[in-house]
């Protein structure tokens, strides 16, 4: 089966790329919070849920915005997504701890423990997508192009998926990143991008 | 490629192997009790945690240097693989599936010596791998209630493609403040004992354990061939609907089935018995009546292990795995303890007591979890 990249996005601390071209730069150094932000602005999203996602979500939504931009329509059960992260949900992880810290003053918060989990971004991205296939997070120490690789095609040959949104999305104590791939069995007309899916996938140079 | 599960255990506040849980759940043995301890929140609740003469069996020597997560990974992947015998390590690989891992290091107050970067799974993952003397670096799933499948489903599809030839599947997580007092405040944990698809239900009562299983291409690893199933198929799906609540008409449930059955080749009337998620709250159980009774399982034999074990979050799919496969294997069924009256809108045929089945050729097992996600895995008896 014959894959393809058919878009590609990347935010960090310094700037926010979609299929190798600048969309912004975070030229005032501004925290994710507010970076996030003026990301989101800039895309002209109408998506008020945005706003009570913990950090990890609110990158993980702001990636994939960027990446299926140029898709009007899709069947949601044909559609995966198969994320790899480091530091699981650390900053709401951290968030609720602090709830719960002295014991006479202990205010844990449904808002705040729903985030506790990195599977929650999944989530958060197949109901803004409306995706009802597979949706796997893997903990790794960065981006396993390899495994993902293999792991996302076996998963296409199985499930005959249409589109899987793969990549690597991790935040911890301000420093992020979100780095995604949008890989296809169809050969659309008009993508961004079309690069073949291999196990060197994350090596496109932008 | 045949994939099969060839040894496994449990380790629970039931027991440390598996045939002392499968014991004690035939006799009607709950983990679940009253705890009053402040270490895990301000006021008494419900939950399964071990009892301290387990835990002392478990630490042996490795006391100091694994955290208590770590030595029951250790404990339950070292039996399950001494039912095992010419296991290759250079053809294996550790899948590994938790919610929270080693989320007590993480605590204010935490006084032990374990290094805090053991809270990324992945560094602990490694710590396990490297105890075991495992070559590969292992695979961690961190996908809420349903991880335990979710790494049974990576294990098979890894070796399918030829990767690896042998797969130790383990899940674990334990009881902490940060689990209990999280589910507390979300209204979620019964004030008693948690009474899967009852009228009277109140919710999930927690537990801590960890389940392991030997997964393998080669069925000529399993010391004792009665154990054997095959992992027949599975799938996962997601409900597009809530992060915190399930689909109220269990959409993606029906899918994750329907694709289960389809790659099993198999249709609804070949199923001898379900073990669903079945935590004990309203929304989930009701949401997994629905969605049974509309693909014709409404009249399965079906039940839910959580008044034994609690819900162990990412040991479930594991553990009740497990348990499953010890039913087919036993042909008979264990009660969905504490069930009395039919407590969802759509009727589900609920084990009540110890049921003799003459052949359970076909089990589903699914899981439902935060983030609105669904997994289910049928096992064949071989």
Same mark, same amino acid.
């Given at each position: 089966?014959?894959?393809?990249?058919?878009?590609?996005?990347?935010?960090?601390?310094?700037?926010?790329?979609?299929?190798?071209?600048?969309?912004?730069?975070?030229?005032?150094n501004l925290t994710f919070n507010l970076f996030g932000k003026e990301l989101y602005r800039y895309l002209t999203v109408q998506y008020?849920?945005?706003?009570?996602? %913990?950090?990890?979500?609110?990158?993980?939504?702001?990636?994939?915005?960027?990446?299926?931009?140029?898709? %009007?329509h899709w069947d949601g059960e044909k559609v995966a997504i198969v994320l790899g992260n480091k530091s699981s949900s650390l900053s709401?992880?951290?968030?609720?701890?602090?709830?719960?810290? %002295?014991?006479?003053?202990?205010?844990?918060?449904?808002?705040?423990?729903?985030?506790?989990?990195?599977?929650?971004?999944? #989530?958060?991205?197949?109901?803004?997508?409306?995706?009802? #296939?597979?949706?796997?997070?893997?903990?790794?120490?960065?981006?396993?192009?390899?495994?993902?690789?293999?792991?996302?095609?076996?998963?296409?040959?199985?499930?005959?998926?249409?589109?899987?949104?793969? #990549?690597?999305?991790?935040?911890?104590?301000? %420093?992020?990143?979100?780095?995604?791939?949008?890989?296809?069995?169809?050969?659309?007309?008009?993508?961004?991008?079309?690069?073949?899916?291999?196990?060197?996938?994350?090596?496109?140079?932008? | 490629?045949?994939?099969?599960?060839?040894?496994?255990?449990?380790?629970?506040?039931?027991?440390?192997?598996?045939?002392?849980?499968?014991?004690?759940?035939?006799?009607?043995?709950?983990?679940?009790?009253?705890?009053?301890?402040?270490?895990?929140?301000?006021?008494?609740?419900?939950?399964?945690?071990?009892?301290?003469?387990?835990?002392?069996?478990?630490?042996?020597?490795?006391?100091?240097?694994?955290?208590?997560?770590?030595?029951?990974?250790?404990?339950?992947?070292?039996?399950?693989?001494?039912?095992?015998?010419?296991?290759?390590?250079?053809?294996?690989?550790?899948?590994?599936?938790?919610?929270?891992?080693?989320?007590?290091? @993480?605590?204010?107050?935490?006084?032990?010596?374990?290094?805090?970067?053991?809270?990324? /799974?992945?560094?602990?993952?490694?710590?396990?791998?490297?105890?075991?003397? @495992?070559?590969?670096?292992?695979?961690?799933?961190?996908?809420?209630?349903?991880?335990?499948?979710?790494?049974? @489903?990576?294990?098979?599809?890894?070796?399918?493609?030829?990767?690896?030839?042998?797969?130790?599947?383990?899940?674990?997580?334990?009881?902490?403040?940060?689990?209990?007092?999280?589910?507390?405040?979300?209204?979620?944990?019964?004030?008693?004992?948690?009474?899967?698809?009852?009228?009277?239900?109140?919710?999930?009562?927690?537990?801590?354990?960890?389940g392991t299983m030997i997964i393998t291409r080669n069925k000529s690893l399993a010391k004792n061939p009665r154990e054997l199933v095959?992992?027949?198929?599975?799938?996962?799906?997601?409900?597009?609907?809530?992060?915190?609540?399930?689909?109220?008409?269990?959409?993606?449930?029906?899918?994750?089935?329907?694709?289960?059955?389809?790659?099993?080749?198999?249709?609804?009337?070949? @199923?001898?018995?379900?073990?669903?998620?079945?935590?004990?709250?309203?929304?989930?159980?009701? /949401?997994?009546?629905?969605?049974?009774?509309?693909?014709?399982?409404?009249?399965?034999?079906?039940?839910?292990?959580?008044?034994?074990?609690?819900?162990?979050?990412?040991?479930?799919?594991?553990?009740?795995?497990?348990?499953?496969?010890?039913? /087919?294997?036993?042909?008979?069924?264990?009660?969905?303890?504490?069930?009395?009256?039919?407590?969802?809108?759509?009727?589900?045929?609920?084990?009540?007591?110890?049921?003799?089945?003459?052949?359970?050729?076909?089990?589903?097992?699914?899981?439902?979890?935060?983030?609105?996600?669904?997994?289910?895995?049928?096992?064949?008896?071989?």
């Open positions: 089966m014959k894959l393809h990249i058919q878009a590609h996005s990347r935010i960090t601390p310094i700037s926010a790329y979609a299929h190798g071209e600048l969309v912004l730069n975070n030229k005032e008020p849920k945005f706003f009570k996602m %913990d950090e990890l979500c609110q990158l993980a939504f702001l990636g994939t915005e960027l990446l299926t931009s140029h898709i %009007d709401s992880d951290k968030r609720h701890y602090d709830s719960i810290a %002295d014991k006479n003053n202990y205010f844990p918060s449904p808002a705040v423990f729903v985030y506790t989990l990195p599977n929650i971004m999944l #989530g958060e991205l197949c109901i803004r997508h409306k995706i009802t #296939g597979e949706n796997t997070c893997f903990l790794m120490e960065k981006l396993d192009a390899e495994f993902m690789h293999t792991y996302v095609k076996h998963l296409f040959e199985v499930e005959l998926y249409q589109y899987c949104i793969t #990549g690597f999305v991790d935040y911890s104590d301000n %420093d992020y990143v979100a780095e995604l791939y949008l890989v296809s069995s169809q050969n659309d007309t008009d993508t961004p991008l079309s690069q073949n899916f291999d196990k060197n996938f994350n090596q496109i140079i932008f | 490629m045949e994939i099969y599960s060839v040894a496994d255990n449990i380790t629970s506040p039931l027991g440390l192997d598996t045939a002392s849980n499968h014991a004690a759940c035939r006799k009607g043995v709950s983990g679940i009790d009253k705890i009053h301890s402040s270490v895990y929140y301000p006021e008494p609740f419900y939950g399964a945690v071990l009892k301290q003469d387990l835990k002392k069996a478990l630490s042996g020597s490795s006391e100091s240097s694994y955290t208590f997560l770590e030595q029951l990974f250790i404990h339950s992947i070292s039996d399950a693989l001494s039912h095992t015998s010419g296991l290759n390590k250079q053809r294996t690989l550790l899948v590994l599936s938790s919610t929270k891992g080693n989320i007590d290091l @993480l605590a204010k107050d935490y006084k032990g010596t374990i290094s805090k970067k053991r809270i990324e /799974m992945e560094v602990m993952a490694n710590a396990i791998a490297a105890h075991f003397d @495992l070559l590969h670096p292992p695979v961690v799933v961190s996908n809420a209630c349903i991880s335990g499948l979710s790494a049974v @489903l990576t294990a098979k599809r890894l070796i399918e493609v030829g990767l690896y030839d042998h797969a130790i599947v383990t899940g674990g997580d334990i009881l902490s403040e940060f689990v209990v007092s999280g589910f507390q405040c979300l209204k979620a944990i019964s004030d008693e004992p948690c009474r899967p698809y009852d009228a009277d239900r109140k919710g999930v009562s927690l537990g801590e354990g960890c095959r992992v027949l198929s599975g799938s996962q799906s997601n409900d597009a609907n809530h992060i915190s609540g399930p689909s109220r008409t269990g959409e993606g449930l029906k899918l994750v089935v329907k694709r289960a059955l389809q790659h099993a080749g198999i249709s609804v009337e070949d @199923l001898a018995y379900i073990n669903a998620h079945g935590t004990a709250t309203m929304f989930n159980d009701e /949401m997994e009546a629905i969605a049974f009774d509309a693909i014709g399982l409404g009249s399965t034999p079906l039940n839910s292990l959580k008044g034994y074990f609690g819900h162990t979050l990412g040991a479930a799919g594991v553990i009740e795995s497990i348990i499953t496969i010890k039913q /087919m294997k036993a042909g008979e069924l264990i009660p969905s303890i504490r069930f009395q009256n039919m407590g969802t809108t759509k009727p589900l045929n609920i084990v009540r007591s110890i049921k003799t089945i003459s052949a359970c050729e076909y089990a589903l097992k699914t899981t439902s979890g935060f983030g609105g996600c669904n997994a289910a895995v049928v096992y064949k008896n071989v």
